[in-house]
């Protein structure tokens, strides 16, 4: 009988960095778009990218990811309105936040766009449970508190530290994962580390009681 086992994925500049984990053993593989991961057949997968787009304002778990982050609150963004991220270039979505929220919508949600874009259209017709996942709570999780910068050596240390505590060898994975940013498969292996927390029902929800956009999606971090 084969083993159980999981996904997480994060963005990488070569397209997106997959963890496979079943509790035991990791591996990683790196392709261009997440549609590429559609085969594995693993039980559940885990992506540090929004699900769930609101409509007008805030989502709820990015005010409650925020919270529990405190000092490293400004690592989790709020995601904008659907319509939003349709627009086709910059300055149209920037009028329109201004015209919903009063408020400039920042280059880093834009720069994101495509990526979340990408995982909305994934879950129309995903191939497994797909669930939205933060990495700097997902550490907040595994250590007890909100690490420092992960663009620190002091933060890269004490993330590979926590993952190799929890039976997590991110050592193992340097011939799967190339020249792949060593931030983005530290992130990839704690989001595996979370979607095997949510196979074994030990995840957090933030919130507890998730609202749901206008395509049935609920709007909640796991970690």
Known sequence: MTASRVLGLDGCREGWVGVFYDGTTI??????????FRDEGVELMGVDMPIGLPST?????????????????????HVPPRVVLEATTFDKANRRHR????????????????????VDAWMERAPFPTFEVHPEISFTKLTGAPLSTKKSFAGV??????????????????????ATGVDDVLDATVVAWSAWELLQD??????????????????????
Not at 27 to 36: F, G, T, W
Not at 57 to 77: H, I, Q, V, Y
Not at 99 to 118: F, V, Y
Not at 157 to 178: F, I, N, P, T, Y
């Open 202 to 223: 030990r995840a957090w929800r933030l919130p507890e009681d998730p609202d749901f956009d206008d395509h049935g999606l609920a709007m909640a971090i796991f970690a």
């Open 57 to 77: 304002g805030r989502r709820r778990c990015d005010e409650a990811g925020k919270a529990l982050l405190g000092r490293r609150a400004s690592t989790l963004f």
């Open 99 to 118: 015209e919903l929220l009063g408020l400039g919508l920042t280059r880093q949600s834009w720069n994101l766009r495509d990526k979340i874009l990408e």
């Open 27 to 36: 591996s990683a593989s790196v392709r261009p778009r997440i549609e590429d």
């Open 157 to 178: 240390m004490a993330r590979r530290r926590a993952l190799v505590e929890a039976g997590l060898d991110v050592e193992s994975l340097v011939s799967d994962v190339g």
